[in-house]
């Protein structure tokens, strides 16, 4: 069997367990329809898609600080099947940075194209953190001040940044990672086949040519804040769907809480940690737990349907890429 036959396999082995594993939540979603306003149901599809735009002008924008010039819909493209990998397989996100690179090959090296996507992981958690001290100051002007909870964020905050720090020592000390990399070529021989050292190659360069000039970054993570705050905006729709207003703070924390629980959980697992965490924060910030999990289903369950089918589709138009 051909390497691209085993990967669309594993595409839709992967489809099917999340759809399995999510099943009670459509049947859900199917009975809130009742009292859900549709209008606001339409915006959310609406603004799920214009934030895959927005990833293809953040992708666009890093790739022309490293001088390449490729398509909006191809990064369209690209931004959605890189999130159905990302969905399907729990790898944290490698998974999806790999796909990127095969998507924009072969205009832009192999560790070029991986570098883009962890430029974005990366933008996007320096946004997430800004508007941190943004949901506190709003929830603080209101009655939904929780102590424990601005606690627990800023711990969890603190320790994304720890990580990310240690990630960025590591990465940057060039001659480690390259040991590592003969090291694990000796141990598995099918690295150098599939062009390993060429792949870290590309990925210093690039990663050089990033941090000698910072500035080029500014206009992706322009790109980072605005998909931040179109998300924000997404989950809210939520809320006026079931036709309730809320202070704008509890929204953004739920964001905020929610993704630095994926960012831990989306190393083990793909379903769950998000939408826990999500109803879990809405409960503790005053809002029932019936409707926090309304409103967790409703923003996931479309996520999910806007998402996953033409990112499958994505997905297996560029695995015929694959050697």
Do not use: C
């Not at 590592?180 to 792949?199: A, Q, T």
């Not at 322009?222 to 705050?229: A, C, D, F, L």
């Amino acid at each position: 069997m051909k390497l691209r036959q085993v990967v669309l396999a594993l595409g839709i082995i992967g489809l099917f367990i999340v759809i399995l594993l999510n099943r009670h939540q459509f049947v859900t979603f199917w009975h809130l329809l009742i009292n859900i306003k549709l209008y606001y149901l339409i915006a959310v599809v609406i603004v799920q898609l214009f934030s895959y735009y927005l990833n293809a002008l953040y992708y666009r924008s890093i790739l022309r600080a490293f001088k390449y010039e490729i398509g909006l819909m191809r990064l369209f493209e690209g931004a959605m099947s890189s999130n159905f990998v990302n969905y399907i397989f729990p790898t944290a996100g490698m998974g999806g940075a790999v796909f990127l690179s095969q998507v924009l090959k072969p205009e832009v090296p192999r560790g070029q194209g991986f570098l883009t996507q962890i430029m974005r992981y990366v933008l996007s958690s320096i946004a997430v953190a800004m508007f941190i001290p943004v949901s506190i100051l709003l929830l603080a002007a209101t009655d939904h001040s929780d102590a424990t909870v601005f606690e627990g964020v800023i711990v969890a905050a603190f320790l994304i940044l720890t990580v990310g720090i240690i990630i960025y020592k590591l990465v940057r000390n060039e001659k480690l990672v390259r040991r590592l990399h003969n090291w694990l070529s000796l141990k598995f021989h099918f690295l150098k086949s599939i062009g390993s050292k060429s792949f870290a190659d590309d990925f210093y360069s690039g990663f050089h040519e990033i941090f000698g000039n910072v500035r080029t970054m500014f206009v992706p993570y322009v790109w980072s804040v605005t998909y931040i705050v179109v998300e924000v905006f997404t989950m809210y729709l939520a809320f006026l769907a079931l036709g309730r207003v809320v202070n704008p703070g509890i929204v953004l924390m739920g964001y905020i809480v929610a993704n630095i629980s994926s960012v831990f959980g989306g190393a083990i697992i793909s379903v769950g940690a998000f939408e826990v965490s999500l109803t879990g924060i809405l409960v503790a910030l005053g809002q029932p737990f019936a409707f926090a999990l309304s409103v967790t289903l409703i923003y996931r369950v479309l996520n999910m349907i806007i998402g996953l089918p033409p990112g499958f589709i994505y997905y297996r138009k560029y695995i015929k890429k694959t050697a």
